[in-house]
C-alpha cells in the first residue's frame, strides 16, 4: 500500500496530524511521516524543552493533548484513573493544568495505539516541490497531500548576549547559580524566576516590558469560529500587526506564580532591570525565533513558488493550506506555529488539532485519492 | 466553549431532539399533552435565550455557567407552563427538565465533539447534521401541530330545529348545535367532548354525564326535564354560560356533581339556575361555582356537601327556601364574594333550615370571606367557620 498522504515533520504537530488521520480512516502504510531524529518519539524535542524549564504543568487545560477527539480530556482521563471528579469540577471552572507526567503519558499510549512508529521515517526533507499530481519532498513522491510541520525554526538568543560565556537559552538544560539573570517575560520568563529563587539563587528579571497576564496563549473566543472569523475577515497588514501583539509574551495570573515572587522581592531576592548587569548566570527565556525566514525548508517553499507573504508570516487560507498550491485534487498545508496566519494560537495542541482535522477531512474527501 | 450563534441554536436543537422525542412518546402513552408542551416550553426558552441574551453576553461560557443558566431557563420555563395553563405536574415536570439539563450537558461536552470533530473548533456547529436539524425542527414543529389538529375531536354541526333524543355521546366530539332543540336528553359517556348552543328538554334528566373527564357545556339550556338538569357522575367537566329552569319539585336538582373526588376539579361558571330543590350541588367532588346566579330553590340554592371540597365565589343567590349556600356533612368550602338576599324560613320548622345566608353542618368547615348576607350565617351539629375578615 502505498502512502496516500506525507507528513513533514514528526514532532508534536505531526503527530496530531497523523492521530487526525487514523481517526479519519487511513492505516498506517497510507501515511509517511519523514522526520529528522533517529527515534520516533514525537514529543522527544518538547520533552528537552519541558525538562530544562522544570515545567511540571501545562499551560493548555483538558483539550491540551494529541487525540483527534477533544473528549475524552486528560481531565477526564485523570478523573477516571483517581476516582475522583476534583480534576472535573476544575475542568469546568477552566481550572484544570494537567501534569506533564500525565500529558506526556498520554502521548506514549497515543503513540502505540495509532501505530506511529509504523509510520515514522527518518529523512531530513529540505524541499518540497510542488509537480503534477502532488508534491516532492527531496524528489520522493509524488504525494497528493502534503502537511508541513517544521516546529520552531531555532531557539531565540538577543544578539547582544549571543557571544556571553554567562548565557545559556532557558529551553537547553542548565543549573542555576547565586545571580542570575532571566531575560523574557513569558510563561518560560516566569517559571525560571521560580526556578531560580527554589534554587536559592538572586534573580534579575531582564525585561524590555511588562508581561499581559492571561490564562492561555490568546483570548479564549480566537480559539473557536466565533474569535476566529473576525480574525479571519481582517485585512492582511492589520492581521500580521493583531499577530505581533498577540505573541507578545504573557504568563497566567495566579498566586502560584505571583507569591514566590512577591515574597523574593521583599527579601532583596528578586528584582527588574533593564540588562543582566553583574549577574553571574544569564538564562534567556526568549523562545524561539520567529518567522517562515528562519526555516531553510519554508524560505525554500516561499521562493520557490512565489508564495504570498505577510511580514513573518506565510499567508494562509483559513484552513491552513497554502492557497496557490492547494486545489480540488492536491493540499499543502502548514501546522504548528507557521500556522499562525490561519490560527493564532497554531503552535498549541488545540491549534495544530484544528489545521489536522481540516487536513484530514481534505484527504478524506480528495476524490481522487 | 465560545459558541457561535449557528453553534448555540444547532447544539440546543441536538440536544433538544431526544427529549422531544420522550416526550412525544410519554403523550401518547399518557395521552396527555402536557409532557410535550412542556418540551415545546422548554425548547422555546432556550432557543430565545440563546439568540437574544446568550449570544451578546457570553463570548466565552465556561463550563460551570451552564449551571446558572439551567436555573434560569427552570424558573422561565415553569413560569410560562403556570401561565400558559399547560397541566404539567409539577414533581415530573421538574424531573423531565433536570433529565433534559443533564442530557444536554453529557451531549455537548461528550457526544457531540465525538460525533463531529470539529463540534469545539466551530463553536458548536454541526456542520451537515446541523444544517440538516436546522431544518427538520421546523418540519417537527409543523408535523406536531398536525398531529396535534388531526387529533382533535371531529365536530359535529347540528342542522337547528328539533330532533328527538335521547342523543347519546359515546366518543370524543364536538357538538355544535346552533341553536338545535334536543328533546328526551343528552348521555355523555366519553371523555373530550363539547356540546355548545343546545336546549334540552323534557327527559328525566337534561344532560347525563358519566364516567368522563374533559366534558364542556357551553351555552346550554335545559328546561322541563322531571329531575335534574345536568347530572354529572365519576365525571370532571366544566360549565359555562348555562341556564337551567328546574321543576318545583323536592327532588330536583338543578346541576349535580358527584362521586369525582379523585377527579381533576369541575367547574360551573355564568349558569343561571332556577327552580328545584337544590340548584347547585355536589357529593364527594371537587367543585368550582363562581359568578352563578341560582334563585327560587327550595331546599338549597348551593350546596357542597358530602365531603366534597369546593371554591363557591361571586354568585348570587335569590329567594331560596331553608338554606343560601350550604356546606355539609365534612366538607370543607371556601366561600367568597357572594350575595345572599330573601332567603326565608322552610315552613317545616327546622332550626337548620331557618333561611340562613351560609349553614355549616355536620363537621364542615367553611372560610367565609367579604360575603352579603340578608339572614346571616349559622354552624350545627360541629359545622365550623373560619371567617377570614
Known amino acids: 500500500m502505498s502512502p496516500r498522504c506525507a507528513i513533514v ?80 469540577l476544575l475542568s469546568a471552572c477552566d481550572r484544570y493544568r494537567p501534569s506533564v507526567a500525565e500529558f506526556l503519558s498520554h502521548v506514549d499510549e497515543l503513540r502505540d495505539r495509532s501505530g506511529w512508529d509504523e509510520s515514522v521515517r527518518q529523512n531530513r526533507i529540505e524541499r518540497v516541490a510542488a509537480v503534477a499530481g502532488g508534491f516532492e519532498l527531496d524528489g520522493r513522491g509524488p504525494f497528493r497531500h502534503v502537511l508541513v510541520a517544521p516546529g520552531h525554526p531555532g531557539l531565540a538568543v538577543p544578539a547582544e548576549l549571543a557571544g556571553d560565556a554567562r548565557t545559556v537559552h532557558a529551553y537547553e538544560p542548565h543549573d542555576y547559580a547565586a545571580r542570575v539573570a532571566v531575560v523574557g517575560a513569558g510563561m518560560a520568563a516566569a517559571t525560571e524566576w521560580l526556578n531560580a529563587l527554589a534554587a536559592g539563587a538572586e534573580v534579575v528579571s531582564v525585561r524590555r516590558r511588562e508581561p499581559a497576564r492571561r490564562p492561555l496563549n490568546v483570548a479564549r473566543p480566537l480559539f473557536s469560529k466565533r474569535g476566529l472569523a473576525g480574525f479571519h475577515a481582517t485585512p492582511r497588514a492589520p492581521r500580521a500587526e493583531l499577530l505581533r501583539r498577540l505573541g507578545a509574551p504573557s504568563y497566567p495570573p495566579g498566586r502560584s506564580w505571583d507569591a514566590p515572587v512577591e515574597r523574593a522581592a521583599r527579601e532583596g531576592r528578586f528584582r527588574v532591570a533593564a540588562d543582566p548587569g553583574g549577574a553571574e548566570q544569564v538564562i534567556c527565556a526568549t523562545g524561539f525565533r520567529r518567522g517562515f525566514e528562519h526555516d531553510p525548508l519554508l524560505r525554500r517553499l516561499v521562493e520557490e513558488h512565489g508564495l504570498e507573504t505577510e511580514g513573518r508570516w506565510i499567508v494562509l487560507a483559513d484552513d491552513s493550506t497554502v492557497p496557490r498550491l492547494t486545489d480540488g485534487t492536491r493540499t499543502l498545508a502548514l501546522a504548528g506555529v507557521p500556522a499562525q496566519w490561519a490560527y493564532p494560537a497554531a503552535d498549541t495542541l488545540v491549534g495544530m488539532k484544528y489545521v489536522a482535522r481540516r487536513f484530514a477531512r481534505r484527504v478524506v474527501a480528495c476524490p481522487t485519492r | 466553549m465560545s459558541y457561535t450563534l449557528r453553534g448555540r441554536l444547532e447544539t440546543r436543537l441536538a440536544t433538544a431532539a431526544l427529549p422531544v422525542l420522550a416526550a412525544a412518546l410519554l403523550s401518547l402513552a399518557l395521552r396527555e399533552w402536557w409532557p410535550l408542551q412542556l418540551a415545546a416550553t422548554m ?53 423531565f427538565f433536570l433529565a433534559s439539563w443533564l442530557l444536554a450537558q453529557v451531549l455537548g461536552h461528550a457526544l457531540l465533539p465525538l460525533l463531529h470533530l470539529t463540534y469545539g473548533d466551530d463553536g458548536g456547529e454541526l456542520g451537515r447534521g446541523g444544517r440538516a436539524l436546522s431544518a427538520a425542527a421546523p418540519a417537527a414543529l409543523v408535523l406536531v401541530l398536525g398531529i396535534a389538529w388531526a387529533a382533535q375531536p371531529p365536530t359535529v354541526r347540528l342542522e337547528g330545529g328539533t330532533i328527538q333524543g335521547p342523543l347519546v355521546l359515546d366518543r370524543p366530539q364536538v357538538v355544535d ?213
Do not use: K
Open chain 1, 9 to 88: 515533520g514528526a514532532g508534536l504537530g505531526g503527530f496530531v496530524a497523523y492521530a487526525a488521520l487514523r481517526h479519519a480512516g487511513l492505516e498506517p502504510a497510507e501515511i509517511a511521516v519523514l522526520g529528522e531524529r533517529p527515534d520516533a518519539d514525537p514529543a522527544a524535542a518538547w520533552r528537552v524543552r519541558a525538562a530544562a524549564i522544570r515545567q511540571q504543568r501545562m499551560r493548555s487545560e483538558s483539550d491540551g493533548h494529541c487525540a483527534p477527539t477533544s473528549f475524552p480530556g486528560l481531565a477526564v482521563r485523570e478523573a477516571v484513573r483517581n476516582g475522583s471528579p476534583g480534576p472535573l
Open chain 2, 43 to 95: 425548547l422555546a426558552v432556550g432557543l430565545v435565550l440563546d439568540a437574544a441574551v446568550y449570544h451578546r453576553l457570553l463570548a466565552y461560557q465556561p463550563g460551570w455557567v451552564a449551571l446558572p443558566l439551567g436555573l434560569v431557563e427552570l424558573g422561565l420555563t415553569m413560569a410560562l407552563v403556570l401561565r400558559l395553563d399547560v397541566a404539567a405536574p409539577l414533581g415530573p415536570a421538574l424531573w
Open chain 2, 177 to 389: 348545535g346552533g341553536g338545535t332543540v334536543v328533546r328526551g336528553g343528552i348521555l355523555i359517556t366519553s371523555d373530550d367532548v363539547t356540546v355548545r348552543d343546545v336546549t334540552v328538554f323534557g327527559g328525566e334528566i337534561g344532560i347525563e354525564v358519566r364516567d368522563s373527564e374533559d366534558v364542556l357545556l357551553e351555552r346550554v339550556r335545559v328546561g322541563g326535564a322531571s329531575l335534574d338538569g345536568i347530572n354529572a357522575r365519576r365525571s370532571s367537566l366544566t360549565v359555562r354560560d348555562c341556564e337551567i329552569d328546574s321543576p318545583d319539585v323536592g327532588g330536583a336538582q338543578g346541576i349535580d356533581i358527584s362521586f369525582a373526588m379523585m377527579l381533576p376539579p369541575s367547574v360551573v361558571e355564568d349558569c343561571s339556575v332556577r327552580g328545584g330543590g337544590e340548584g347547585i350541588v355536589s357529593h364527594l367532588a371537587h367543585v368550582d361555582f363562581r359568578r352563578n346566579h341560582v334563585s327560587a330553590t327550595s331546599l338549597r340554592a348551593i350546596a357542597v356537601t358530602e365531603m366534597s371540597m369546593g371554591s363557591v365565589a361571586r354568585n348570587v343567590v335569590e329567594d331560596a327556601t331553608g338554606v343560601g349556600i350550604f356546606c355539609g356533612d365534612w366538607s370543607h368550602c371556601a366561600i367568597r364574594e357572594n350575595s345572599v338576599t330573601g332567603t326565608r324560613a322552610d315552613p317545616s320548622g327546622n332550626p337548620t333550615r331557618a333561611g340562613h345566608g351560609v349553614v355549616s353542618h355536620y363537621y364542615a368547615v367553611a372560610e367565609l370571606d367579604d360575603n352579603q348576607l340578608d339572614r346571616g350565617a349559622a354552624a350545627f351539629i360541629h359545622g365550623r367557620f373560619d371567617d377570614l375578615r
